[in-house]
């Protein structure tokens, strides 16, 4: 366990570090590239780190560098990036899929200027649930005290899309709007019973909810549940949650759950060179790039450009086709 945690705490290290190590006298001459990713304990900040690192090897060549900047995750950084207070942004697909359609929190009005620049990691549908709740199956959740996330949040909305195919209404269970990043310990003091978390894992989080005297597992879903699902939604694919970094969680093994990409996103008006240049930087650093969180471990070179929901950026265009990702 200690090793996967050094490399997660390493990671998000690392993406502090390409902040604040730099010369002072690049911070103030140099132009810098931002990404909005996420809390900094969480899995967004860390690959904002990651994508940052990689330009940053051509800093001198590029003329600039890139910075990651934590934020709230997902809706947040569809607005700041649309409003251009930010230059890169990482999303949940849902959410892009909201603001390219004019649905969810855009309906009626349609964010048309974002634009799609890489395919990231799967981040898992995940609800941890503690053992002596009795919660087996996301069935058995009715009557139980079920966090879900903050008001407006990624979690509130896909935990609404689950509970509604379940047939769940609200009165059915207590639902309750902590923030994500409180529901270990509320969990742990058993101010609830559940929760929910759409995340790549490891998680620091999830780690967190293992380690209190309560015992903790992660819940299951059917396939079929799965399947039905994943085809009523064009941003939503099946997936399995990898239990090997939690080493005190109660029934260990692959979960079957639900998957959602975390997608690398820009502006239209975006500099082309300056995303031609971030996809390239990644791409030719591969390897290395899997290497910087776990989480990034299992992506596959040619879906980097596949299932972008929003359309993709002519920098990032020019690139795959160049390598032959796309035609």
Do not use: C
Not at 87 to 100: C, K, P, R, T
Not at 164 to 178: A, F, R, S, V, W
Request: aromatic letters at 8%.
């Amino acid at each position: 366990m200690k090793p996967v945690l050094t490399r997660v705490l390493g990671s998000t290290f690392l993406a502090l570090l390409l902040v604040y190590t730099l010369p002072v006298t690049s911070l103030a001459t140099e132009p810098i590239t931002t990404i909005g990713t996420g809390g900094i304990n969480g899995v967004y900040y860390s690959t904002g780190g990651a994508i940052a690192k990689m330009f940053n090897k051509k800093r001198q060549e590029f003329g600039g560098w890139m910075a990651n900047q934590a934020t709230k995750g997902s809706v947040e950084n569809i607005e700041i990036v649309a409003d251009g207070t930010v230059d890169f942004g990482i999303s949940q697909a849902n959410f892009l899929y909201f603001a390219e359609n004019g649905e969810g929190l855009y309906a009626n009005q349609p964010k048309k200027d974002l634009r799609a620049v890489l395919g990231l990691y799967i981040e898992d549908l995940t609800l941890i649930a503690a053992v002596d709740a009795e919660i087996n199956a996301p069935v058995d959740l009715k009557g139980k005290r079920v966090n879900i996330g903050a008001v407006g949040s990624s979690d509130e909305q896909t935990t609404g899309v689950v509970l509604e195919k379940l047939g769940m209404k609200p009165e059915d269970l207590t639902l309750l709007n902590y923030p994500t990043y409180s529901a270990s310990e509320k969990l742990q003091s058993d101010d609830i019973d559940a929760y929910f978390y759409t995340v790549g894992h490891p998680n620091l989080s999830v780690m967190e909810a293992t380690k209190g005297e309560r015992k903790v597992h992660i819940v299951p879903f059917d396939q079929t549940f799965i399947d039905d699902l994943v085809a009523s939604r064009a941003y939503l694919s099946a997936s399995k949650i990898d239990t090997q970094y939690y080493d005190r969680l109660v029934d260990k093994g692959p979960i079957s759950t639900i998957g959602i990409r975390a997608i690398l996103f820009t502006r239209a008006n975006m500099d082309e060179k300056t995303v031609y240049q971030v996809v390239k930087q990644v791409m030719d650093n591969f390897d290395l790039f899997r290497r910087q969180h776990p989480a990034l471990a299992d992506l596959i070179r040619m879906e980097v450009a596949e299932n972008l929901i929003a359309p993709l950026h002519s920098g990032a265009e020019r690139y795959f086709r160049e390598v032959g990702l796309i035609q």
